[in-house]
């Protein structure tokens, strides 16, 4: 009985050892502090009207200024 509950207790921490260094291995920390940026990030741009930051895409571009909504395009750059 002694034996069995030796290998049950070796088994469980062979499959720990394993997790914790496959969990490693995917996830490695950056060496600077610094999260990397996702892959697909996007650029962030400024609304001139309202000043709030939207993805790029989503953004409407006009007269060399970025706009968050038609609206905003046609009321011009807040002063």
Known sequence: MVKL???V???I???FVTRVLTQKKNNPRPKTGRVPAPKGAEQ???CAHC???LPRSEA???NDH???SLD???LGPRK
């Open 5 to 7: 509950l030796i290998w």
């Open 9 to 11: 207790v070796v088994i």
């Open 13 to 15: 921490a062979a499959l």
């Open 44 to 46: 962030m741009v400024r």
């Open 51 to 53: 000043n709030i930051y």
């Open 60 to 62: 409407l571009m006009s």
């Open 66 to 68: 970025t706009w968050c």
């Open 72 to 74: 905003h395009a046609k």
